[in-house]
């Protein structure tokens, strides 16, 4: 399974900045990620393990500069669990498959389902649809 990989072998496979964000639960800066103003149709996917994550189709402008859905692409494709680091409390979001840190959800999206998956490009990638 792809979350018992080493911290070696996540350091080969990842570069640099995705090893930070996947798995040190780190950020990239707002307005600055290949997908926060990406709007081909077709699936996210994990970045670690190549889980689709997020549809295009749930994909919306947030105005926060990271790319924003109002749901995951099924119920086991991502995880939630509490964040209380940086005295806030929010919610992360990780890959269900391999655990990578993936970004946050809050509860001021579309009215669809009242939800906004901020998510880290650097933890995508994107797969066109043909």
């Avoid at 993936?102 to 999206?109: I, W």
């Avoid at 998956?117 to 043909?130: A, G, Q, T, V, W």
Wanted: aromatic share 10%; hydrophobic share 25%.
């Amino acid at each position: 399974m792809e979350s018992e990989l080493s911290k070696d072998k996540w350091k080969k496979k990842l570069t640099k900045e995705q090893y930070r964000v996947l798995r040190k639960k780190g950020t990239e800066p707002a307005f600055t990620g290949k997908f926060w103003n990406h709007h081909e149709k077709g699936v996210y996917k994990c970045a670690g393990c190549g889980t689709p994550l997020f549809s295009s189709e749930e994909k919306f402008d947030s105005g926060t500069g990271w790319p924003s859905f109002d749901r995951s692409m099924d119920d086991a494709s991502v995880k939630e669990k509490p964040d209380t680091s940086h005295g806030m409390i929010r919610t992360e979001v990780l890959c269900g498959k391999c655990g990578g840190h993936l970004g946050h959800v809050f509860d001021d999206g579309p009215k669809s389902t009242g939800c906004r998956y901020c998510i880290n490009s650097i933890s995508l990638d994107f797969e066109p649809k043909m």
